[in-house]
């Protein structure tokens, strides 16, 4: 018998988890990442503008959040312009091919980087994003973020 307010409770296995990419060139910020995140969420790791465009192509609105990395090694895109580019911001015919099929998206945005006095709040909200955490990467403010971005976004809908 079920109670009025009783609550159906799935175990966590049960419930699928949320699709998070995470656009990253540092091979140890991933490593932390996948320990901090990968219970909770299915991690998604990039680590260049290509494997980001490649997965964003693939996976489109299925991507609950998108963590952002500013400044990326060895990619003809940084974190700026690919969050353009799934805002549908930038045009695509000056793109390298590779991102010419990465569907607009308005999957919320949050840019992490060590850069953050570099780049101020205009410029980020400008270019798609929702949010900025500064490196190194609190986690625990990392995830409030994460659950204000997407309130925030199911409110605005």
Same mark, same amino acid.
């Given at each position: 018998?079920?109670?009025?307010?009783?609550?159906?409770?799935?175990?966590?296995?049960?419930?699928?988890?949320?699709?998070?990419?995470?656009?990253?060139?540092?091979?140890? /910020?991933?490593?932390?990442?996948?320990?901090?995140?990968?219970?909770?969420?299915?991690?998604?790791?990039?680590? /260049?503008?290509?494997?980001?465009?490649?997965?964003?192509?693939?996976?489109?609105?299925?991507?609950?959040?998108?963590?952002?990395?500013?400044?990326?090694?060895?990619?003809?895109?940084?974190?700026?312009?690919?969050?353009?580019?799934?805002?549908?911001?930038?045009?695509?015919?000056?793109?390298?091919?590779?991102?010419?099929?990465?569907?607009?998206?308005?999957?919320?945005?949050?840019?992490?980087?060590?850069?953050?006095?570099?780049?101020?709040?205009?410029?980020?909200?400008?270019?798609?994003?929702?949010?900025?955490?500064?490196?190194?990467?609190?986690?625990?403010?990392?995830?409030?973020?994460?659950?204000?971005?997407?309130?925030?976004?199911?409110?605005?809908?």
């Amino acid at each position: 018998m079920k109670l009025v307010g009783q609550l159906d409770k799935r175990p966590d296995s049960a419930q699928p988890k949320k699709k998070v990419l995470y656009v990253e060139d540092e091979e140890a /910020n991933l490593d932390v990442a996948r320990i901090c995140l990968e219970k909770k969420y299915d991690l998604l790791l990039a680590r /260049n503008d290509r494997e980001a465009c490649q997965i964003l192509t693939q996976y489109g609105d299925d991507i609950a959040i998108i963590l952002m990395d500013i400044e990326l090694k060895n990619s003809k895109l940084d974190g700026i312009q690919l969050t353009k580019l799934i805002r549908g911001k930038l045009d695509r015919d000056t793109l390298p091919e590779y991102a010419r099929s990465v569907p607009v998206l308005k999957t919320p945005a949050i840019f992490v980087t060590a850069y953050g006095d570099k780049y101020k709040s205009p410029s980020i909200k400008e270019a798609g994003g929702d949010r900025m955490i500064p490196k190194p990467v609190d986690f625990v403010e990392l995830e409030m973020a994460m659950v204000q971005v997407n309130l925030s976004k199911l409110q605005k809908k």
